[in-house]
């Protein structure tokens, strides 16, 4: 088994909002990759006495732990139960309520000898490679469709489409949420290898159109994890002042790429 992860924070100053993990369950049956993006929120209150990187340890652990100790529940459930525990540790404390809660987007993976299980909630990134090297990218695009004036302001995003039918949805402090991710399963001969990415990391693709999902999967196959994640802070320095990429809001993304060949 080869496993790479790399996790790299936008700005050397302030925490890394990511989160990534890696199990191996002791019976050598099988794994589970889980990667968080969590969600900057603006500079206000956003109800919540704890930090983002405090929400994603938390939310990170539990969806790892819960992956590989309960393999009778599906990912969606999962990912219902570990919403829920998270939002129990601070119920009592913040306003769950607030559009700004700390959340996050979510990438989950699970193997065994027969299947590949996945969840994609938001706008992070699976992507699965199989045995003739067909990259295949699982994704949550609902952010991607909306409308540029949709996203206009901080205030019409929490008003109108975050966590909203018609808009998007991550994991905050609502365990329906589940429901909202895209999942799937794909018979275990289907799958070489997976890379799980938060958006980050994909605006080599999304942003700076430097390749397709197989080209970017080929330079994390290749040249390793961090070489991605190299390769989009130099095009980002290069356009720190024009920021002629649309739909970046800062110059630098906390980047994680999570590379497993099971």
């Given at each position: ?37 969590g969600?900057t ?46 939002a ?5 404390t ?35 490679e ?37 808009g ?95």
């Amino acid at each position: 088994m080869r496993i790479e992860l790399t996790s790299e924070p936008g700005d050397a100053t302030h925490p890394n909002e990511d989160f990534a993990a890696l199990a191996l369950p002791a019976s050598g049956q099988g794994g589970a990759l889980v990667v968080l993006d969590g969600v900057t929120p603006p500079a206000d209150d956003d109800g919540c006495l704890h930090s983002v990187p405090w929400f994603c340890a938390r939310l990170g652990g539990l969806l790892t732990e819960l992956s590989v100790s309960h393999r009778d529940l599906t990912l969606s459930e999962i990912l219902a139960e570990a919403v829920l525990r998270t939002a129990d540790t601070h119920a009592s404390t913040c306003d769950l309520s607030h559009p700004r809660t700390p959340q996050a987007t979510v990438v989950l993976a699970r193997w065994s000898d027969a299947a590949v299980e996945y969840l994609v909630l938001s706008d992070s990134a699976l992507l699965v490679e199989a045995p003739d090297g067909t990259v295949t990218a699982l994704l949550d695009d609902r952010l991607a469709r909306l409308p540029r004036a949709a996203l206009a302001t901080d205030a019409l995003v929490d008003a109108r489409v975050r966590n909203k039918e018609g808009g998007f949805f991550t994991a905050a402090a609502d365990p329906s949420v589940a429901a909202r991710a895209v999942t799937g399963e794909l018979p275990r001969g289907r799958v070489r290898a997976l890379v799980g990415m938060t958006d980050g990391a994909t605006r080599w693709t999304e942003k700076f159109r430097q390749g397709d999902w197989t080209d970017l999967f080929t330079v994390v196959r290749k040249e390793g994890a961090a070489a991605l994640v190299e390769r989009v802070r130099a095009l980002e320095s290069a356009d720190r002042e024009e920021r002629a990429y649309l739909g970046r809001s800062k110059t630098h993304d906390d980047a994680t790429v999570v590379y497993v060949e099971p």
